[in-house]
C-alpha cells in the first residue's frame, strides 16, 4: 500500500568506527562458521584482517555499517507487514513425485492472483514464497536447468511477480541451508547423482556442503531469471555460501535486492526476522521478545492459524483474531514488519478460516489505516509517548507519522481496555491539543499534567484496538545533544560514554559489564532540569526467556539512583527507584532542579545469570535532558487531592507539585487523623470491593491510613522514593453504590503528600501478577540408597508494578521429610524487589530417599486475595547399574552458550540444545563424585537427527571422539565410552569445537567399564 516517502537520515561512518565494525562483522561471521574446516576460518580471519586494515587507513569506510540503512530497504521500511505462504510438493496430500504435484496444482486452478489479493487484503506489501523448503520437497516452481530436486515446467513463481507487480505488491524468495530433511517422510527427495552429472564432479547433497553447492547455483538461476523479484529470505547460514561470497554476488548482481535472514543478525544482511515468538505478557505482546535494536530492519514471522503446521495439513486450522490483531498493532507500534505465515492448499487457496480472517482484516484496518500504515513506532527513536502498560490493566502501543515533525500527530492503540473509562499513559513531554477517536471522528475529554495524557470518558470500545489520534504542539524542551557531555566509570571499546549524547541511534554506550555503574552527563553550566529520557538499546527481551534453546533475558535497568551537582564534587541525591523491563524510552523525573551535571547510577540490572550473553550487559543509545514539563490542561482529573470540593482539616494544606497531575499535591498528613483530606464524593456503580489507588510522594519509607464511610482506617506502607515526584500503592477497600466518603491521613510524624486517588474494579479473579520464582537445583536430582540431604534455594522477585503482601516462601515437605528452617517472609513487596531462603531437606531416616517431589511455594496476598506461585525439586533413585547421574539441565552445570529446552520423553522432560561449533557451546559438569577412581563407564542420553558427534573430556584430559546416528531429534538414545576418573569430584566436559553435536539428555556413571551401549 502506497505510503509517503521520508528521506533517509544519513549515515555517520567515522573511519575508527567502521573499523571497530568490521571487526564485529568478522567475528560473527567467524563464530558463525565454526563449523567448517580450519582452513576455511583461517582465510576468513586473514580476510577479516585485510578488511580491519583497510578501513583503518579509510579505504572502506562506508560499506561496514552501511546495510543498517540503504535505499533498497525503504520500500520495506514504509511496509507494515507481509504474507508468509509455504506450499510445495509436500503440502497435504503429500505428492511423491514433481510431476503429479504439478499437474494437481494445475488442474486444482492455481491462480497467483489469489494470493496477491489475499496479501492485500491483510494490508501485506509482500508475499514471501516458502517452496524450496526442506519439509516440503525442496520444490522449485519454476522451470529451472539446474538439476536436484523438484522443479516444475510451469512458471508457478514468474506468473506470481507478475501478478504481485501488477497489483502493487513484491515478492521475495525463501531459501533454505539445511538438507537434513531430505529423507523424512520416506520419499528421498534430493537426487544427488543428477547434481554431480550436471557439475561434472561427485557432489552428496544431503551435506550441508554438497546442499550449499546446489543451493549456490539455484540463488544465480534465479537472479538471472527473475529481475523484478525483490530479494531472498534465507532461512540461516551454510558455510559454502559464505566461502564463496554468495551475498556479495547478489549485491553485485541485483543491488536493489532485499537480503533476510532467519533468527540471526548477519551484518551484510538487511532484515533480521524473529520466528514464532510466544510466551510473552500479554500474548500478543511480539516484541517484547524481540532481540534486534532499531534502526535495524526488523521483521516478525509468525503463523496466522494457532494449531497445525507451517505448510497447509490437512485441517482447517482457527486463527485467533485477539492474538493475530494484537501482533499486527503492537509490531506495528515498534516499527516490526508483521510476516504473517498462511498455509496455502494445493490449488492455492486458503483454507476456510483462513479466507474468512484475511475478510475481516480488509475491513477492519480501513477505518484505522492512516495509524497502522506509513508510521513508525512510538515511544523509541522516533519519538512519541510511551508505550507499553497503562492504568487499570490496560495495554497498548503508539504510532507516530513518518519524517520530519511525523511525532507531532500521534496514535494512541489501546489493544486491552483498562477496567476504567480513562486511558492514563505517559505523555513524553508533548504538548497535547487535540484527541479524537480515529474510528469515529469523536472529539475526546482529556486532561493533561504531571507528565501523563489521560483520556476521558470513553465508552465506545473496539474489541481488538480502539485508537485515538493525539494532535500536538510538540515536545517538551530538550537540551540539543550537541551541548551535553556525557563520562562513564566504565565503556567497552568502541562504545564510549559519548555515544550517549551523540543523537546518533546507530551508536550506543557499552558498560563492559560494568555494575554498579555511573554515567555523567554535563550540561556545560548550571542549568535548569525536570527529567532524563533514557533509551536503552532494544537489544534484549524484556523477560527471561528460551529462543530455540538459546537462552535470553532483560538487560535493561532495574535499580537506580539520581544525583545532581553543581560542580562535579559534592552530590545530591535526587531520585531512586526501579525502573520497569519494559520496551520504549523510559523517563526519569527528578523534580525541578539546578544542576550542571546528571550522574545516572545504575545499581542492577533485570536479567539472570542463566542467560550470559545478556547477563550484567548494559546498553544505552541515548540520554536526553529535558527542562520543562507539558502544559497542564484547565480539565483537571477526578479526585485530585487539591480538588476544591475536599476538605482538608488541621494541617493539610495544596502545594505546588510540577510533577503531580493537576500540577499540586497535599502536605501535611502526618501526626493522625486531624489532618487529613477527606472526598466526600468517591462513586461506585454497585457496591463491591474496589482497588483504591493513592499517588503520593515520599522521601523516606512512610505510610498513608484510609478510611472508607467512616469504617476503621487501614494502613498501607509508602516507599520513600522522591520527595517531588509520585509514586503509586494500591488496596481494596468496600464501596457502597453511589456516593462514598474516603478520609486520607498518616500515622507518621511526618506523612507523605498526597496526589491524587483513583476508584477501579479489583482486577478479574485469575489475575496473577508477573513474578520470577527460582528454585535451585533445577533438574531431576538422582540420589543414592540410604537417608539423603538436599540443599535449596528460593528466590521470588516481582516482576509487575502492583504490591504483594503478607509474603511467606517455604518448600512443602513429603510426609517424614524434614527442613532446617521455616518459611521466610516478608511484609510486602514492590516491583523489583525480592525474598530469598536456603533450607536443608533430608529424606526420613532408616530407609532409601526414593522417589519425592518438594513443592516450593510463595504465598502472598493481593489486593486481599491470596495467590500462591511454585515450582518443585523433583527427586529419584539412582538408575540401575549407575553410581552417579545427572540430568544435562541441571543447574549445577556450566552451559556456556548452550541452552536448555523442553523434550517430553527425555528424563527430566528438558534436555540442553546448541552444543558444538564453537568453544564457548560447550557443556561442563563439574563435581562428578565417585568413590573409587580408575576406570568407569560414561553413559550419554542424548537425541539427534542425522550423524553428530560429541567431544568428551575429562578432567581437562584429551578429547574422546563419540558419534552417533538417529532420525528425528526427539527419541531419547543411550550410547557409552570408558573413561578414567580419580576418587572424589571430576569435571567432565562435553563439547565439539568445530561442528554441531547431538543434544544431551543425561549422563550418568557405572562402575567398571561396560561392554556396550
Known sequence: MPTPRIPLRPIRIPAARAAGAARTACAARTARTARTARATRSRWRALCAAVVLALAIGLLATPAQAEVQHPRQEWLRQSTAGLFLHWGMFTHPQHRDCATWERDVTEGGWSAD????????????????????SRLGYARPWPSKVPGSCATERDLLGELVAA??????????????????????????????????????????????????????????????????????????????????????????????????????????????????????????????????????????????????????GGDHEVDARLSTGRYITNAGSSIKSLMAETPMVNGKLPPQQEEFNDFMGKWVEPIRESVYGVEGGGYMYGGMQPGFWNDGAHGVVTVGRGENGDRTQYVHVVTRPRTDMVRLGDNGYTVRRVTDARTGEAMRFSQSGGHLSILGIEDWDPYDTVFKVETDGRRPLYPQSGVGATATSARTGHPAADLADGDFETYWDSDGELPVSVTLDLGARKHATSLAVNQREWSPTHARSSFGRPEDSARIKDYRVYASGDGKRWTQVRSG????????????????????????????????????????????????????????????????????????????SVACGACSGARRVDGLGGGPRNSVTYRDVRAPESGDYRLQLDHTASADSSLSVSVNGAAPVEVPVAGDSPGVPASTAVSVPLKAGANTVKVFSTARRGPGLDRIAVAPLPPAPYTPKTTLTVRPHGLQWVGPGQRSLTITATLRLDD???????????????????????????????????????????????????????????????????????????????????????????????????????GPCSGAEKVRNIGGSEQAAMVFPDVVVPDGGEHTLYLDYTVNGTRSFQVSVNGGPAAKVTVTDTGNTTPRTTSLPVTLKPGANTIRISNDTESAPDLDRISVSQGVSGGS
Open 114 to 133: 489469489t494470493w496477491v489479493d489475499e496479501a492485500r487484503k491483510l494490508g501485506a506489501s509482500y508475499i514471501v514464497l516458502a517452496t524450496f523448503h
Open 164 to 313: 504481485a507487480k501488477a497489483k502493487g505488491v513484491r515478492v521475495v524468495l525463501y531459501m533454505t541451508d539445511d538438507p537434513q530433511w531430505h529423507n523424512a517422510s520416506g520419499t528421498e527427495t534430493l537426487d544427488s547423482a543428477a547434481y554431480s552429472k550436471y557439475k561434472g564432479q561427485q557432489v552428496d547433497l544431503t551435506t550441508r556442503r554438497g546442499f550449499g553447492m546446489y543451493s549456490y547455483d539455484l540463488f544465480l538461476e534465479v537472479m538471472d531469471k527473475y529481475p523484478d523479484l525483490s530479494g531472498f529470505w534465507i532461512d540461516n547460514d551454510n558455510e559454502y555460501w559464505e566461502e564463496n561470497g554468495l551475498y556479495e554476488k547478489i549485491r553485485e548482481r541485483r543491488p536493489d535486492w532485499l537480503l533476510s535472514n532467519n533468527n540471526e543478525d548477519t551484518p551484510i544482511m538487511d532484515t533480521v526476522s524473529n520466528e514464532q515468538k510466544t510466551g510473552m505478557t500479554p500474548a500478543y505482546d511480539y516484541p517484547s521478545a524481540v532481540t534486534v535494536p532499531m534502526p535495524r530492519l526488523t521483521e516478525a514471522d509468525y503463523k496466522l492459524p494457532t494449531t497445525g503446521d507451517w505448510w497447509y495439513d
Open 578 to 653: 526501579t525502573l520497569p523491563s519494559a520496551r520504549g524510552v523510559r523517563t526519569i523525573d527528578v523534580g525541578d532542579r539546578a544542576a550542571r551535571y546528571l550522574k545516572l547510577e545504575v545499581r542492577s540490572l533485570w536479567g539472570g545469570p542463566q542467560a550470559p550473553e545478556f547477563y550484567n550487559q548494559l546498553r544505552i543509545d541515548e540520554i536526553q535532558v529535558a527542562y520543562g514539563r507539558s502544559k497542564t490542561t484547565r480539565t483537571a482529573l477526578p479526585l485530585e487531592a487539591e480538588a476544591r470540593r475536599n476538605r482538608p482539616s488541621g494541617a493539610a494544606h
Open 801 to 903: 508494578d502492583e504490591q504483594l503482601d503478607d509474603v511467606s516462601l517455604a518448600p512443602r515437605l513429603p510426609a517424614g521429610w524434614t527442613a532446617d528452617g521455616g518459611p521466610v517472609t516478608a511484609r510486602s513487596l514492590r516491583l523489583g524487589q525480592t525474598v530469598r531462603g536456603t533450607w536443608t531437606v533430608t529424606s526420613p531416616p532408616g530407609q532409601d530417599a526414593g522417589s519425592a517431589d518438594i513443592p516450593v511455594t510463595a504465598d502472598y496476598a493481593l489486593l486481599g486475595r491470596q495467590k500462591s506461585v511454585s515450582d518443585q525439586v523433583r527427586v529419584r533413585p539412582l538408575p540401575a547399574g549407575r553410581i552417579w547421574a545427572r540430568e544435562a539441565e541441571d543447574s549445577a552445570n556450566r552451559f556456556g552458550s548452550t541452552g536448555i529446552t523442553g523434550c
